[in-house]
């Protein structure tokens, strides 16, 4: 339902399995499917449904254009339609962000500040964040974070850039018997629609011999040079990191993130940014507790090249990737 699909090539290897269960589905006509064939359709879905994005989202300069927003710097007041369809010879990021004290938020703000130099190098001249609360809270998470001052914050405090851009607005967010705190812990327990919080969070357990912590490091040191638990880095007085307490791990210290690695910055965050700064930071509009986020880059003239929708807790773009395809 108004959502544009675009699908990627996934091959599903061919099952290993025994002439008698060959036979026996030949047999019955059914197909008999194995935990190995589950985790592989599981695999399935939670790619393909980061490939669909609403149609307001595929085409944000026009969806958001008569959006405007009052600037955090200066409060002046810009058309985010606007802003993208003015895009010349470089690239516009908009990331359409959820409340200053949710997860989302927070590491879309940490992506942007680890990797502000990196997207400069791909073109990205100009980056904005939409944040779903008042002038203070966002100014607040902007100081927590130490944001780049290039970076331009449009505080929302209703959020209704979000939903013109086709963000989820979480689960059952129309049923006015539930309180959104029980709708933001079904989904928090990765239950929904959305169904992107599982996969987003377990990651974070896991870890992924291919992926990559220069990112998670980076917004560890941060928080660990602003004070914050827990810390599990060694850094010299002059500001590197000179060990890693994951470095220790038996096993799989060589793996790209490790296993915790990343659910270890998420813990941070949430003792020391999310529950502590709770009153400066949290949503005075409660449909902002239950959304989600998004973001989108667009080159010359607002033309889209990159749309995303967050489609659960945690669940941000990996700005690796993204930046790799630029």
């Not at 959502?3 to 036979?23: E, R």
């Not at 060589?254 to 709770?278: C, M």
Request: proline share 6%.
């Amino acid at each position: 339902h108004n959502a544009l699909f675009i699908c990627a090539d996934y091959h599903i290897p061919n099952q290993s399995v025994t002439t008698p269960t060959k036979n026996l589905a030949r047999e019955s006509g059914t197909m008999l499917i194995t935990p190995a064939m589950l985790l592989r359709l599981f695999a399935l879905f939670s790619t393909c449904s980061a490939l669909v994005v609403p149609l307001s989202a595929a085409n944000p300069a026009v969806s958001l254009k008569g959006t405007a927003l009052c600037r955090l710097s200066d409060g002046e007041s810009i058309d985010l339609g606007e802003a993208l369809s003015s895009t010349s010879n470089g690239k516009t990021m908009l990331i359409l962000g959820t409340h200053p004290a949710d997860f989302n938020m927070v590491e879309y703000g940490q992506k942007v500040r680890v990797f502000s130099s990196q997207m400069k190098e791909k073109g990205i001249d100009r980056c904005m964040i939409v944040m779903n609360g008042n002038q203070s809270s966002c100014q607040k998470l902007a100081n927590l974070l130490e944001l780049p001052d290039g970076v331009e914050i449009f505080p929302d405090p209703t959020g209704e850039s979000g939903r013109r851009f086709g963000v989820s607005r979480g689960w059952r967010p129309d049923d006015d018997r539930i309180s959104p705190i029980l709708k933001t812990t079904v989904v928090g327990l990765g239950f929904g629609p959305p169904w992107g919080t599982l996969p987003a969070v377990l990651t974070g357990y896991i870890g992924n011999p291919n992926g990559r912590r220069e990112w998670i490091e980076e917004s560890l040191k941060q928080g660990q040079l602003a004070g914050r638990w827990p810390q599990v880095l060694d850094i010299d007085d002059d500001g590197s990191i000179v060990g890693n307490k994951f470095d220790d791990f038996p096993l799989v210290s060589s793996w790209g993130r490790r296993p915790f690695e990343l659910a270890t910055l998420r813990l941070q965050n949430l003792v020391d940014v999310q529950i502590k700064h709770w009153d400066e930071l949290k949503p005075v509009d409660s449909r902002c507790l239950t959304q989600l986020g998004g973001c989108t880059i667009v080159s010359a003239g607002g033309e889209p090249i990159y749309s995303w929708v967050d489609t659960g807790l945690c669940d941000v773009p990996d700005f690796d990737k993204l930046l790799s395809k630029l």
